[in-house]
């Protein structure tokens, strides 16, 4: 993937010497890497991804034609996911509902709602009985917890997601009075970025325990289970990140215990199928010192790649030499310091990386912040400051979509 990323870059520099500020994307490993996922699943499992991790239509057209179904939190989702094509089943998610969202979902063929609190799930009922549907959904729980250590908890502490734990038995009484709507089991979303196998397998066992309990205790049967997504992915030790062949054994075993009852048991991944797919790449605008310190202003910034602010940590990166030096004066270098990495925002906030040692950065070189396929451009502020969106290029081996020579 590198070779192809680097190789873009040279010819590039070489076509045109207007600075690089791109998102480059290897589709045939993110076929690859979410087919061997999908694939691996045993039995009832499915995958379903959760668009907002990266919503970029090409995305979306690669993942159709591997994963199970798209989970999606807004109508602008659910369009992008009958645009992607497939005509994958939809779940749709998230706080907030709006009563025309709900309209529409229901028309137009979501599968099932998650449903978010005792007030929704009287809308939903509402809206699907003018509709004369009866709507499949999900409750979606906030478990007492709490749970093992991860990035960002969903549950298990409050927050604006799910239905409390306590409130669960009330809640099923009411969906089963309602015409509208049709329980078909539970939407449990506790945690993300976890990044150990061992913790993620018994919270799934604590998930099937509840379920096993609410049936005995409610006199109700579970036939969907969704485990929701948060499995890791090892920003700074990509090699060291969740081990999913590690993972297989015990889901199996978990799988075959599961009651005949229970058809369907769903994952809704995000960063975990398409984080390692992508790269942010940016060239290296000036070189400075201020107070000491060395800092590298690069093409680009937060507004394109938010995540390393947003989650306090510098983001690794490779310099990838450019030869191409234009200018009659003097190169600008560092050999041997740690460099800051910023951006171009007139903030201090605007930082990608805080000093990390590099034998040599210049002025031209090109920085690789890898892993960028995930929560980076989807989540970013883009138009702050209005500088130029980057480009967006999709790798294909001896595919039209690749740009630049079309020779890749
Ligand atoms: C964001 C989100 C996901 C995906 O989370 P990842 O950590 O990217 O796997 C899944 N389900 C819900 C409800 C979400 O909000």
Redesign the pocket.
Known sequence: MNARFKDWIDARKHADNEPICAYLYDLDHLEKHTQKVVSSLPGRFRM?Y?M??NSEREILKSLSSVIDGF?V?SLGEVEKAKEAGGNLPIIF??PGKTDGEIEAAIRLGVERI?VESVQELRRVAWIAKKQEAQMPILL?VNLRGPFPSA??H?AGRPTQ?GINEEEIPQAVRLAQELDGVKLEGF?F?S????LDVERHIQLLHLYVNKILAWEKELGIQVTVL?V?????VDLLHPEQSFDWDRFLPPLTALEQGLPDTLEMVQ?????????TCGCYAVEVLDLKQNHGKHYAVIRGGTHHFRLPVSWQYSHPFEVVPVERWDYPFPRQEVVDSPVTVVGQLCTPKDVLAHDIPVSRIRVGDVLLFHNTG??GWSISHHDFLSHPHPEQHYFRLASPLAHVGGEF
Not at 191 to 194: A, I, K, Q, V
């Open positions: 379903y959760a907002k991790a989970e939190a998610g998230g998650h979606r990035t960002l969903m997601f939407h979303h945690l993300s970025n976890n969704n929701g997504g948060g499995i890791g994952f809704e991944c995000g960063r975990y199928l398409t984080a995930a929560y």
